[in-house]
């Protein structure tokens, strides 16, 4: 009964904790494409990159060409003419793109002959310092012809594992700030419905009955959030605002209530930060092993 009850507890839990991330990536979702953070968050990235914070040199360029923002004008000439802007650039289309500006593309015969390999690598590194101003710039295409041995192919490749490398440090800023936005936006969210995980488990180990309508089929991966919040009212879970709810923050009965709603509202915030995937997974497989126990 008691290892029934831990079982039934920890599923209504999980499933609490797996609503709320739902509703949160989903909110997430929608202000990140309304606001552009990857959209803006790549141009950064590729202005950090290129070492033209400015935007007026090759990174200006590279947004007016067609392999990495085709469905703008191509004719801007500062960031606001822009008409759009790209949230993913694909490594070899950047890298083909890069090689067509500084010119290092146009001229290049393959295979390079042996006995011409330093007469193309000084031809190629010619093109580059002729077209790119920043000394760091210059170094790294420099350094990426040198190894390529003047083989276009092998310059191409070395510009996109570079560009890669540098996504990465991108996508972790991305990670971060939407990690942020999410803890702000789930902890809004869990006020706002009044989801305290504390209350939660008090209403849990006081009546475990209510959970059992959670099979593993009750939330299907790809549920939305409106569903999945149908679904837990559903239960009888207490959650949003009425009486009963200010009456028990209001309440001092073995201890200040209030104290315990705050700590509910941050415990259920920092759920999200595992994702709706995390929990999902985590309820399929306590209740499959509540189904394997003893009737």
């Known amino acids: 009964m008691f290892g029934s009850t831990i079982l039934d507890l920890a599923v209504g839990l999980i499933f609490t904790f ?40 090759l990174a200006l360029s590279l947004y007016n060409h067609g392999l990495i923002n085709p469905q703008s004008s191509g004719v801007a000439e500062k960031l606001a003419d822009l008409t759009t802007k ?24 393959l295979p390079v002959p042996q006995d011409k390999v330093d007469s193309v690598v000084t031809d190629l590194k010619g093109k580059i310092n002729g077209t790119v101003t920043d000394a760091q710039l210059k170094q790294v295409l420099n350094g990426i012809v040198d190894r390529a041995g003047g083989d276009i192919n092998k310059i191409n490749s070395g510009i996109a594992d570079w560009f890669n490398q540098s996504m990465q440090r991108v996508a972790g800023a991305y990670k971060r700030k939407t990690q942020l936005w999410t803890i ?16 939660v ?4 180990w006081d009546q475990p009955a209510v959970i059992k309508a959670i099979g593993p089929l009750t939330i299907a ?13 559903g239960l009888g879970l207490p959650f949003g605002w009425d009486n009963d709810a200010i009456a ?26 595992f994702g709706a995937p ?18």
């Not at 702000?184 to 209350?199: G, P, S």
């Not at 315990?260 to 920092?270: K, Q, R, S």
């Open 86 to 109: 790209p949230s993913y650039i694909d490594a070899k289309q950047f890298a083909t793109a890069l090689t067509e500006l500084t010119g290092i593309s146009s001229g290049v015969s």
């Open 18 to 57: 797996l609503i709320i991330s739902l509703i949160t990536s989903t909110a997430t979702e929608a202000i990140s494409s309304a606001s552009g953070w990857r959209a803006n968050t790549l141009l950064q990235g590729i202005k950090d990159l290129l070492n033209d914070q400015n935007f007026t040199g």
């Open 248 to 273: 028990y923050i209001k309440s001092m009965t073995n201890g200040p209530h209030w104290i315990f709603a705050i700590a509910g509202w941050i415990i259920t915030a920092l759920s999200t930060l």
């Open 201 to 204: 488990a008090q209403a849990l």
């Open 184 to 199: 702000v936006i789930a902890l809004i969210l869990t006020i706002a419905f009044n989801l305290d995980a504390v209350r």
């Open 221 to 233: 991966s790809g549920t939305s959030a409106v569903d999945a919040l149908k679904q837990f009212q």
């Open 278 to 295: 995390f929990w999902f997974d985590a309820l399929q497989k306590f209740v499959q092993l509540r189904g394997a126990g003893a009737k």
